[in-house]
């Protein structure tokens, strides 16, 4: 079992940026594929970034790629996402997910945080 406790999430006025960490239980963090997945009112969960075990892969969807940026440290359990130039659309409840296989699919993740809730004004 790995349980996933996101943090970082707030209020920010659009431009403006947020960094979201994932801490993960247990010693076999560096065996999971990482991804972060969001949620507004009303609309499916949808894929924002993924980085693979040893962070060699990495995958953006298009709403984010040049504005967010996935990292891991595996001797902290912990994976990141630096989320810059901040749109109101970006609004949504953000989660982490472990998965052995990973990637963009939610099928590929095993495990999901709580989640953490991004708020951006315009």
Request: with cysteine; aromatic share 12%.
């Amino acid at each position: 079992q790995v349980q996933l406790v996101e943090s970082g999430g707030g209020l920010v006025q659009a431009g403006g940026s947020l960094r979201l960490s994932c801490t993960a239980s247990g010693r076999t963090f560096g065996i999971y594929g990482m991804g972060w997945f969001r949620q507004a009112p009303g609309k499916e969960r949808e894929f924002v970034a993924a980085i693979s075990r040893g962070g060699g892969t990495i995958y953006y969807a298009d709403s984010v790629q040049g504005r967010f940026t996935i990292s891991r440290d595996n001797a902290k359990n912990t994976v990141y996402v630096q989320m810059n130039s901040l749109k109101p659309e970006d609004t949504a409840v953000y989660y982490c997910a472990a998965g052995i296989t990973g990637a963009t699919s939610r099928r590929g993740y095993d495990y999901w945080g709580q989640g953490t809730q991004v708020t951006v004004s315009s």
